[in-house]
């Protein structure tokens, strides 16, 4: 079932999420929800608390073909990532990646991430599982943790973007409540 996604600047954004300690079947239908919601909205990743449960759970399916290149093509269902309490256990390089997100829908900047990430993870059935993770499937893990957190990733913007963003952003939120 798609759910409606929070979108900035609602507080619930900020919240900061709890560990998940039953891998029950709420636990199971939340996650399913959570894979139509991403999908009905074209996204490639989504934090539970997107959609107003602050757990740490989250969601990652980004578009690779059958060697593993990124691929502009459709995502499949084999590569969805399902990570329950997350923990990044390791960083290294860097690189800076064009960023969008389902909460701060049209917007997109530019963010310094590591280019290399390990995380750990438990899957929906409370199996450990780790993940060496490069590129574009680094920055999804990290974005997605981010929100785990509480945090947005407009919070990288410099003083002076994120002053325009917040301005635009203002304007648009109007222009939206007038229709
Ligand atoms: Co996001």
């Known amino acids: 079932m798609v759910r ?4 900035y600047p609602n ?3 900020r919240k900061k999420s709890k560990d998940v300690e039953v891998f029950d079947e709420n636990l199971h239908t939340l996650l399913n ?4 919601t991403m999908m009905s909205a074209g996204g490639v990743g989504l934090a539970a608390i997107q959609v107003g449960i602050d757990l740490n ?8 073909d059958n060697e593993g290149e990124l ?15 997350p923990v990044i256990t390791h960083k290294d390089g860097e690189l800076v990646f064009n960023e969008g997100c389902l909460s701060v829908p049209g917007f997109h900047a530019e963010v310094k991430r590591a280019e290399h ?3 750990e993870y438990y899957n929906r ?6 993940m060496e993770a490069e590129d574009f499937l680094a920055v999804a893990w990290q974005h997605e943790m981010e929100h785990l957190s509480g945090h947005v990733f407009i919070e990288h913007l410099s003083f002076l973007k994120r002053k325009k963003f917040e301005k635009e952003w203002k304007r648009e939120l109007k222009e939206k409540g007038k229709k």
């Open 4 to 7: 409606e996604i929070i979108t």
């Open 11 to 13: 507080p619930i954004l």
């Open 33 to 36: 929800d959570m894979n139509d």
């Open 57 to 64: 759970v989250l969601i990652i399916n980004i578009p690779i």
């Open 71 to 85: 691929d502009d093509g459709m995502q499949k269902p084999e590569n969805l990532i399902e990570a329950i309490n």
């Open 117 to 119: 990430v390990i995380v």
């Open 125 to 130: 059935d409370g199996e450990k599982q780790t």
